[in-house]
């Protein structure tokens, strides 16, 4: 069982910064792709992006490319989002998530997910 901490949210203007953190339980953490969504209200959990196992395989929505980083720590445990040119629209609370099969933009091939964490961009 992983258990996923993610922190970082918050209140923001638009065209700010934000990093997301993702803190795993698990001493195995390497062997997962890990994933962030986001659930803005009254809408579907969308994929964000994904990173492989080794970090060197990055994956993004369209709307996210250029402007969010995902990366992660293995020693540390830890996954990552930066995200940068901050957008209303990107409000949403946001989700990590572990996959021990492959990155992929469907919620469903993920395995573990976190609490989420509240990101707010005002315009």
């Known amino acids: 069982q992983v258990q996923l901490v993610e922190s970082g949210g918050g209140l923001v203007q638009a065209g700010t910064s934000l990093r997301l953190s993702c803190a795993a339980s698990e001493r195995t953490f390497s062997r997962y792709t890990m994933g962030w969504f986001r659930q803005a209200p009254g809408k579907e959990r969308e994929f964000v992006g994904a990173?492989?196992?080794?970090?060197?395989?990055?994956y993004y929505r369209d709307s996210t490319k250029g402007r969010f980083t995902i990366s992660r720590d293995n020693a540390e445990n830890t996954v990552y989002l930066q995200m940068n040119s901050l957008k209303p629209e990107d409000t949403a609370v946001y989700y990590c998530?572990?996959?021990?099969?492959?990155?992929?933009?469907?919620?469903?091939?993920?395995?573990?997910w976190g609490q989420g964490t509240q990101v707010t961009v005002s315009s």
């Open positions: 990173i492989s196992w080794s970090g060197t395989t990055t």
């Open positions: 998530a572990a996959s021990s099969i492959r990155a992929s933009g469907s919620a469903a091939e993920y395995d573990y």
